[in-house]
């Protein structure tokens, strides 16, 4: 259907960077044991970060939630099984080895159906208006988020940005390609503002038979962006960029965590 499109929200990552402990992060004993085990979705601020990923999600009109989590990721799925929910109704997909994301979205196939599906990473807060915006965009698309704003207002420094994958659009606003750890002189040459993937997509049920094309990346894993790239070269699918100036929130390492907890304070949460 073209109405509300469901949410695959990825969970299923090894939290491999998160694991490594910063002498200079100062955790409550909560979130460093949480954090030492790598689960990034459940960081406690004043509560599991993913509580306030979903919290936006609901306010964004979304209401069908799918967690793909990993083997033994029993502490997502016990908790989502437990919390009150009002406006959201969760599910969960396991994705049984780490092959990437084209990989583990494909676990969360069965739930989509033959419906439209937003994909989140679990480990990145977005700002409503821009979920909003990518609900409302009629086919498939991504935000864009401006990479200036997002070094200006969130909590990602200006180095990490430099390696996020760069969305091009084309005179009309579809994405004409993306560019993966785009070199610094191809930045610099570019027209302002340089739009970046937080991997906030919107997808047709085409992103499956994509998924399904694609080989192994020379990282050994099944990636979104070549299954975006196949369905644009080879099933003719076109993605409208949403251009956003608001910040994301990224929880990549343990130096994150009281920064966004710090972005966090007093935001209510009703999933």
Partial sequence: SDGVPKVVVLAAGLGTRMRRGDSNSRLSPQQAAMANRGV???????????????????DAGCRDVC???????????????????????????????????ANALAAASTFVGDDHCLVLNSDNCYPTRALRGLCETPGAGIVGYDRD???SSGNI????????AIVEPDADGWLQRIIEKPDPSVVARMC??????????????????????????PRGEYEIPDAVTASMEQLKQRYRIVPSTESVLDLSNQHDIASAAKQLAGEGVQL
């Fill in 192 to 217: 302002r503002p340089v739009l970046v993937s937080m991997n906030c997509w919107r997808f047709t049920p085409a992103i499956f038979a994509a998924c399904r094309m694609i080989d192994k990346s």
């Fill in 157 to 164: 420094a200006t180095d990490r940005i430099a390696r996020f």
């Fill in 149 to 151: 704003a997002l070094v």
């Fill in 67 to 101: 967690l793909v989590i990993g083997p033994g990721h029993d502490t997502i799925r016990d908790y989502y099984d437990r919390v009150p929910k009002e406006r959201l109704s969760i599910s969960f997909a396991e994705q049984a080895r780490p092959l990437g994301t």
């Fill in 40 to 58: 990034k979705a459940m960081i406690p601020m004043e509560r599991p970060f993913l509580d306030y990923v979903l919290s936006r999600v609901a």
